[in-house]
Structure formats: structure tokens, C-alpha cells
């Protein structure tokens, strides 16, 4: 059976509008249900892409948007913890069990479902056992399921590479909690093509896929790439545990939260693999792809920018 009508949950946040853009490439039609219809507006330009306006945590809204699609992909979830339809459980565990039931009351057999790599019960943060329950019960539920465990995800609209060169701009020294986390990062537009090939590949169900980059790099080493390839080379000082975890709290106090404790506890645990990137797909590697995003963030490509538009 040919799957053409895809509902992607999360599919206007960065890995879904990366999703969509290859699914309406190849001709699937997509709906995309979202809150906040502006934050979707790139997709609204894409000729088999309906953004629908509905509150997935609503079981009815979520089940109308379910029916008469031939796969769902569920690609929600948050970094960081909070009450209500935000928090870890209700984003990861209580949208899982939700888009279950609405799979199973539509009569939609295929399911892909993003996770996260060392996702566990047992896990050390809150954000990885969240994310290991909801692992459970895809798996327990009976559907066609295929999970995905990525590392760190990176791409031109990232919010990690691009945080480094961010903070890199601004401050004149970074100072960096859990300098030695190990991680291996992995490149958008690799982890979508392998959503689109399981949607292809019905033996690809029942089967769990870890996603890693073809390179590992500690915490220190990807801030001080980021500064080399912006052009704001900067000092780095790396935290010990105690002061990374005085930085973590009182970075939860700020209305923007860029780390927490929990983020430190899921560092705890190296975010890499040593299994083959699968379906034959060569990951693309860092030093390949972020330059072409990242390099235009130097101040010599900014006074070019300037050039150009004084047409000089």
C-alpha cells in the first residue's frame, strides 16, 4: 500500500519544516496541525502542505486531524520542563499515548515516532526517561512503528550551533557548563531522509534506528568551531560540576531558559553511537555543511552584505 496523506505532530518546528519540504518534494500530501498558525507560515508556501490551526492535546481535535491520513509522524517535544501542555509528560508521554489512541480510532496502522538517543526509564534526566516512557508505549501499542534516537540535531535554523554564534557575537568570553559532554551531531537534512525512506519501506516497522554524525566532539570543541568558522574566536572557560550546576540554576530563573539542571543531567550520558547511519545514507559531516550558514555571521561577510546593498 502506497502511503500519499501524511499528518506530521510537530511539523512546524526545525526538523519538521525540514520533513516537509522533502515529503512535498516528493509529492505526499502532508497536514500540519499547529497552535500558531504564523510560526508555520514557511510551510503555507508549499503546494501539498495544509497547515490546520488545532491543539493536538485535545484528543478530538487531534483525532480530526488524524483521520484519513495513511501515516502519522510524531515529531513533538521540548527541552525544557514545564507545567502544563509544555512540560516533558504532557509533550512527550501524554501526546504518545494520545496519538495512540487517535491512530487506532482512525484506522492508521503507521506510525514514526522521534526520540532521543540514551532515551530510558532509568535515564538520569527527566527530559530522557520522558522521552523512554513515550518509547514504550509507541512500541506497546499494537501500530506499524518505526522509532528514531538522534544526537544533537544541527541545520541553518538550529538553536544549538546557532546559540554558539549568538552568544559568540555578543559576549567577549563564553563561559561553558559541562565543557567534556560528548556529542555527535547529526545533520537535519540526514535525519529527515531517513523518515522519508521508512515511510517507504513497511520493513522498516517494529525497528528502532539510532542517528549519529560521522564525528564526536565535546561541548568545548563545538563552541570553539563555531567561533572559528563566525570569526569571534573567544576565550572559553570551561565550568567544573559544581559551577556548571550553579550556572544551570540560575539560568532557570531567566524568562528565556538556555540551560537547566536537567540538561546537565542529560549530559551526563555521551550523546553518540557506533551504529551505521542506515539505508545507506552518508551523513553529511559538520565541517561540510555548517560553514555555509554559519560563515556568513563573520564581520567580513556582514561588510560585504553591506556592499552589496550600497551597490558597491
Known sequence: MQLTNITIIGGAGFVGRHLCQQLAA??????????DRERAKPLILLPTVDVVVADVHDPAALAAVIKGSDAVINL???????????????????????VVAACRAANVRRLLHMSALAAAPDAPSAYLRSKGEAERIVRESGLDVTIFRPSVIFGPDDSFLNLFAG???LL??????SPGARFQP?????????FVHALADTGTAGRSYDLCGPKRYTLRELAAYVCRVTGHRR?????????SWCQAYAMEWLPMKLLTRDNLRSMTIDSVCD???????????????A?????VRTPRARYQRFRDIAGR
Open 167 to 169: 552568544l559568540a557575537r
Open 235 to 243: 576565550p572559553i572557560i570551561g565550568l567544573n560540576r559544581a559551577l
Open 26 to 35: 516528493r509529492g505526499y500530501r502532508v497536514r500540519v496541525p499547529t497552535r
Open 291 to 295: 560553514p555555509v550558514w554559519l560563515a
Open 275 to 289: 551504529s551505521t547511519f542506515p539505508f545507506g545514507i552518508k551523513p553529511q559531516p559538520l565541517e561540510a555543511v
Open 172 to 177: 567577549p568570553v563564553l563561559v561553558l557548563a
Open 76 to 98: 513533538a517535544g521540548v527541552l525544557h520542563d514545564a507545567r502544563g501542555k509544555r512540560g516533558f509528560n504532557a509533550a512527550h508521554v501524554g501526546l504518545a499515548q494520545k
Open 186 to 194: 547529526v545533520y537535519v537534512e540526514d535525519v529527515v531522509a531517513t
